[in-house]
């Protein structure tokens, strides 16, 4: 099984439309993200979280919002659905390692997303 | 602002031919360093990473990438493509150190042709 699963993996909706992508993760990692990528963008980050109650703004967190409803659990909203965040959307998932480490992140298949 | 450079956007290779793809950064600090790369609906997968030490790191499916400090720049090789390493690359950097929150900053990809 996969470590990172993202649902659904492909989705077409239309403008206006409420929408959320989730994110479910079997790694038992604390920190979870949601990035978007563009072509010749590279991968955008949305939002992030270092653990449920912790959740943070990325660069480009404007028309989103999120949801940490448990450690393995990161959901992205888009309350209002419009074509330029037709786009494909990944979560990520790290362990937290203090002081001089890096953090790997661990990316889930993406989700393609489509609005009309 | 930080930020990672990917200068050539598709970069087409015959089969057996050596490949390079190159990356720099601009950071405060030096950053830890990451090369992933994306096969054709999949998510990314890390090919290899620099967090310290040797600037010469060894990775995954036969790729190497070196560090150098004095150019900003942490290029990708191979020295002998296969038709299977045709996929996107991307390049990204992490804050090292005490402060490193686990963001990730990617550079813009490479997209890779083989040709037979």
């Known amino acids: 099984d996969a470590d990172v699963t993202q649902t659904p993996r492909n989705r077409i909706t239309k403008t206006g439309k409420r929408i959320m992508l ?14 978007r990528q563009d072509p010749g963008l590279g991968l955008r980050l949305i939002y ?23 450690q393995a659990k990161f959901s992205l909203s888009l309350e209002s659905a419009i074509p330029n965040q037709t786009a494909l959307y990944f979560c ?8 001089y480490f890096d953090n790997e992140q661990f990316f889930g298949p993406g989700t393609r997303l489509t609005v009309l | 602002a930080q930020s ?62 070196e560090f150098k400090r004095s150019q900003s720049s942490f290029n990708l090789r191979k020295p002998s493509v296969h038709w299977s390493d045709a996929a996107e690359y991307f390049c990204a950097a992490q804050r090292a150190g005490s402060g490193n929150t686990g963001k990730l900053i ?11």
Not at chain 2, 106 to 116: A, D, E, H
Request: hydrophobic fraction near 30%; aromatic fraction near 14%.
């Open chain 2, 106 to 116: 990617f550079g813009q990809g490479t997209t890779l042709q083989v040709k037979p």
């Open chain 2, 4 to 65: 990672v450079t990917q200068p050539d956007i598709h970069i087409t290779v015959s089969e057996g031919a050596s490949l390079e793809l190159r990356c720099n950064y601009s950071y405060g600090a030096t950053p830890y360093l990451f090369w992933y790369v994306q096969s054709p609906g999949q998510g990314l997968q890390l090919l290899l990473k620099y967090f310290s030490g040797d600037t010469l790191v060894q990775g995954i499916k036969g790729f190497e990438a």
């Open chain 1, 22 to 35: 989730e994110c479910s993760q079997t790694k038992g990692h604390d920190r979870m993200y949601w990035y």
């Open chain 1, 92 to 99: 990520a998932t790290s362990a937290h390692r203090g002081g």
């Open chain 1, 48 to 70: 992030y979280s270092f653990d449920v109650k912790d959740i943070n703004k990325g660069e480009i967190s404007d028309g989103y919002s999120v949801s940490r409803q448990a």
